[in-house]
């Protein structure tokens, strides 16, 4: 197939950026190079982007970046700020749990959405200031070569089958868990790591439950774990609830045999009898798992952490760079941070690989540091020990925990994903202007 060559649109700062992946990451990372003047297309292997998946959490830090990039009234149309986190034993006792958001001090709230809702109003926004063109469906990216002058990737139209070529100076590979422009940096990586925890999701409307903006996280990942929390403005508003959530059960890990697919449905036999028998008295667990239109199941899994992002003129962004269990709310909102500094450090470097030299160094310690924390998630862990000293409740959790086992729920897992050191402004807020005065 003979390739056909074309470029992509120039930019005001000279640099053009093709983006593997119009997820959270990609449509962020283009809204951000927007803002700093560098021209950014992206390319997606689906041939149409539906608001596809089910709830996800924005923390504070992800959101301040969102608003600085004028989306926080989308955002609040949308989803709900979350005003607490409560961690419960599977009867439905409370174990411990803190404020989020404004609610624990912070200047941004922490919003709870639906996934693909989010992914929606990224995308409006791109095609509104990059132009309708900007994000091409159906455009798989299947590779890159490298030159002094850029970088040649190489495409493939979903629907035609055909193959085609075009060059930039900067490939980002916001391209996901099974991402491409990984897999050019390190072939021999393999499969993602499965921890044998197997998750069932769903979205069912219902009462609102607690004080309505409530993340409740229930029983144990020793065995099964429930997450639950609300997700529409609109259901809110008719005085309903959208309730997200979330069954982890744990199996004899073996093998993982199918491949991870955040999109696989589930079978509601296989998620509703390890939770049939839980009598939550302010939630109907079996009858929001059995009320779901549809159910999706995922493996548990992750990828080690990489010992570089970037290379010359590529790098990778989010998941591709760093696929964590979905535990924390630090998917989404890791990928966010991800693409605004990217755009930061690339408007103020000399040189394309110098901005994404930068960009790595500004980020790969601090994300890998999630990757592994969350494989030792101090939430699960306090969870797992409630579960083994109290299996039938309990009245008081001090009788369960003391004081010092329980510190490290409010201290450990928050200060490793930063969410402790929020000041006033973004440190990646750069407009053309911005970046001249620095
Ligand atoms: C369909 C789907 C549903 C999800 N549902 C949830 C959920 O319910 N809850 C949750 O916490 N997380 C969910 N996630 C994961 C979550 O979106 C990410 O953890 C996080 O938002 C970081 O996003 P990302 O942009 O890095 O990657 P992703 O959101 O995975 O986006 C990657 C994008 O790259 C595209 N792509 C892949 N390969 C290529 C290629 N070769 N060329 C071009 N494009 C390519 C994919 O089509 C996809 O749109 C889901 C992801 C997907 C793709």
Redesign the pocket.
Known sequence: MTPDRRRTRQGTHGTRVLI???????LTAALALDAAGIEAEV????RV?RP?????NLLPHAVRELTDLGLREALDATGLSAEQLVHFDRHGNRVWGEGRGIRLGYAWPQYMVH?GELQMILLAAVRERLGKDAVRTG???LGYEESPGGVTVRLRDQHSGAESEESADVLVG???????IRRGFFPDEGAPRWNGVRLW?GVTEGDPFLDGRTMAVLGTNLRTKFVCYPISREAADRGRALLNWLGEITIPRDELTETAD??RPGRLEDVLPHFADWTVPWLDVPGLIGGAAEI?EYPMVDRDPLPFWSRGRVTL????AHPMY?LGSN??SQ?ILDARALAFELARADSAAAGLAAYDAARRDAVNAIVLANRNNPGDTILNTVAERAPDGFDRVGDVLTPEELAPLANGYQHITHTDDLDRTSPWAVTPDQRRAR
């Open positions: 593997a992946g119009a997820g959270i990451g990609g390319v997606d292997s689906a982007l596809l998946g089910v709830g996800i996934r455009t798989a990216v916001a391209d996901g868990l099974h991402s491409t999701r955040w999109n999706l962004l989010g998941d591709a979905p998917g989404g990928a």
